[in-house]
């Protein structure tokens, strides 16, 4: 097995060992690809794909063919990584991953192995398809109505219906009700604004849940957050976006919902209400390599 240094000609035989999102970094003299090839048979067996940024190389992409795993590969395009990062008198490696909860420990102990300081837990992320909740306690109940049922008084109002008065009355909120990673504008840019919900009790902000389109049958909840003097409000919320889901976008095969430390109250919220019925459960960490050269 060698370790090879990537180039735009040569990458094209390793794109089905990296990320889609790197093929076009390679022509970036800010990138730094290396392949691992067998030697005999010219088959590629994985590939590895940084970034260097104000003296830190940030690890975008790193994957091993199925076929050769467990054979020391990925430790050696670490290891080469390693040299060129001191070549280039880098401070530090850093990575960011997120792997099946199933496969956490085997990287993180790969990690480690390469000198890498002890991986930091960021979060975790839960995928589920809402049509196998539907016969869930909460699911069956919300959809059981004529329609997404609130307190009396209270208000869902669409991000895309959003007037300036209550955008003030959101911003107002922040740092002092809703902290500024639980902030609305969130990723406001690729928001599915019709489909994201804001609840409202006359002048109060109750909470919001913001949803963004991932694929044709795919979203994520970038945002869920409830204003903590509205006790129970975080159910009534999520009923109504389910509600939402089921009749307004009945395409919609897999929501992705990414929690952290600081939101375990909405973690533990979605646990309840989909009775754990997730199809794919995810971690998320970081690492750093510190150099010295």
Request: proline share 4%; glycine share 4%; with cysteine.
């Amino acid at each position: 097995m060698e370790i090879i240094v990537l180039h735009q000609k040569t990458a094209r035989l390793f794109y089905q060992q990296m990320l889609t999102k790197c093929h076009s970094c390679i022509r970036n003299p800010a990138y730094i690809a290396l392949g691992a090839i067998d030697e005999t048979t010219g088959t590629p067996l994985g590939a590895l794909v940084a970034l260097l940024e104000n003296e830190t190389i940030f690890i975008q992409s790193l994957y091993i063919d199925v076929n050769y795993r467990q054979q020391g590969i990925a430790k050696k395009l670490l290891s080469a990584l390693k040299e060129t990062a001191n070549e280039k008198h880098c401070q530090k490696i850093s990575i960011y991953y997120v792997l099946p909860k199933s496969e956490i420990a085997v990287f993180d102990h790969l990690l480690c192995q390469c000198d890498f300081q002890t991986p930091v837990y960021q979060g975790e992320i839960f995928c589920f398809n809402p049509y196998n909740i539907v016969s869930t306690k909460f699911t069956s109940k919300t959809l059981a109505r004529g329609s997404a049922f609130l307190p009396e008084g209270w208000n869902a109002i669409r991000y895309n219906e959003l007037t300036e008065n209550i955008k003030q009355r959101l911003n107002d909120t922040e740092e002092t009700i809703f902290p500024n990673y639980l902030s609305y504008k969130l990723h406001w840019e690729t928001l599915d604004l019709p489909h994201s919900i804001i609840l409202l009790n006359d002048t109060d902000i109750i909470g919001y849940l913001s949803q963004q389109r991932l694929a044709a049958h795919s979203v994520s909840v970038p945002c869920f957050a409830v204003n903590p003097n509205y006790r129970g409000a975080g159910l009534y919320l999520l009923k109504y976006y389910m509600y939402v889901v089921h009749f307004e976008t009945p395409e919609i095969y897999e929501i992705r919902c990414h929690f952290t430390p600081k939101t375990i109250t909405g973690w533990k919220l979605f646990e309840k209400y989909t009775e754990n019925r997730y199809h794919r459960h995810s971690i998320e960490k970081t690492a750093e390599l510190l150099l010295n050269y």
